[in-house]
């Protein structure tokens, strides 16, 4: 028996400062830890990695532990420090792409990137968000990338009447560092990812929205459109789906759920415990995501309670099935 553990990452980029990710943020971790971080796991010979669309508790072999790779929106430095890495260890990855970042080189998200980055900007945003929602916002990064996906705020007042009075006087040198840095991944780069034996293409929705604060109908239009683009710029249909934020409230997962399995979508996966949760005719997975901060000891700790919960589970149905 073997228990799926995915691995979640982002930016894989130098801490001190990477030309490829100008809008550093939380979420990232230096080429050298994430090399570590493979050879360690390579080096359990209880462990072993799987490609995302085969079912790990199908496998007969005897590793306890089964991890796939993920990574999400995708940043361009992913051809840089990861693949090799990826190649030189033969561990399988799934590269979740956010439509948006593929088709226009960004996100609403770098907007929010590139205010966090400016005391000034920072204090403006904390006064709009006071303006609008009557709430007060401490300007300091943590609390405003928290504040600005939050779905308590509604999400076209958030960007009209917040996000954009802050960031529009200073699109132009926004679009300057798009341009010259080139953050994500664009569709010929992703077209040459789809021929590698290693890389597997995943869906991470359009608009990169938290779905949470979107009715049913967005959802839809925003998964649909995803899929769509996917089809049409790589010429496959996509069968795997990673939610954006990695989080879904429990009253909208069935609109997601719905929309996945129309399509013909076999995994989903969020970071949110929802073990009540079945996606239709598909697999959940239970990410962890990894970054600097949280690295290494906390997330093999997390890896190791996900695996021994699972197997409590798995032990007590099969004490229930014995029963009866
Ligand atoms: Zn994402």
Not at 279 to 294: E, F, Q, T
Request: some cysteine.
């Amino acid at each position: 028996m073997s228990y799926p553990i995915v691995l979640n990452f982002h930016r894989v980029t130098p801490l001190s400062g990477d030309a490829a990710n100008p809008f550093r943020v939380m979420s990232t971790i230096s080429p050298n830890q994430f090399r570590f971080l493979l050879q360690l796991l390579r080096l359990q010979s209880t462990f072993s990695f799987y490609p995302i669309e085969s079912e790990p508790y199908s496998f007969s072999n005897t590793r306890l532990f089964s991890f796939h790779l993920t990574f999400d929106d995708v940043p361009s430095s992913f051809i840089r420090y990861v693949l090799p890495v990826l190649e030189h260890f033969q561990v399988p990855a799934t590269i979740f792409v956010s439509a948006v970042n593929a088709e226009r080189g960004f996100s609403w998200r770098d907007k929010i990137y590139y205010i966090i980055q400016y005391e000034a900007l920072r204090k403006l945003f904390s006064k709009r968000m006071d303006k609008v929602f009557n709430r007060n916002i401490h300007p300091d990064k943590k609390e405003i990338l928290k504040s600005s996906k939050d779905s308590v705020f509604d999400r076209t007042k958030m960007e009209r009447d917040v996000i954009d009075p802050v960031f529009l006087p200073r699109e132009q040198h926004f679009r300057r560092l798009i341009e010259r840095f080139h953050p994500y991944l664009n569709w010929e780069d992703i077209s040459q990812l789809v021929k590698h034996p290693l890389i597997r293409i995943g869906n991470h929705g359009y608009s990169h929205e938290n779905y949470a604060r979107l009715t049913c109908e967005e959802i839809n239009w925003d998964i649909d459109r995803s899929h769509n683009l996917i089809q049409e710029r790589l010429g496959f249909n996509c069968r795997h789906f990673a939610v954006p934020f990695g989080q879904i409230e429990r009253n909208i997962h069935h609109s997601v759920d719905e929309s996945l399995a129309k399509l013909g979508y076999r995994t989903v996966g969020w970071i949110r415990d929802s073990s009540n949760v079945d996606p239709k005719g598909g697999r959940l997975l239970h990410y962890i995501r990894v970054d600097s901060s949280s690295f290494a000891l906390i997330n093999m700790l997390k890896c190791w309670k996900i695996a021994l919960r699972r197997e409590q589970l798995v032990w007590r149905s099969k004490e229930n099935h014995d029963e009866n």
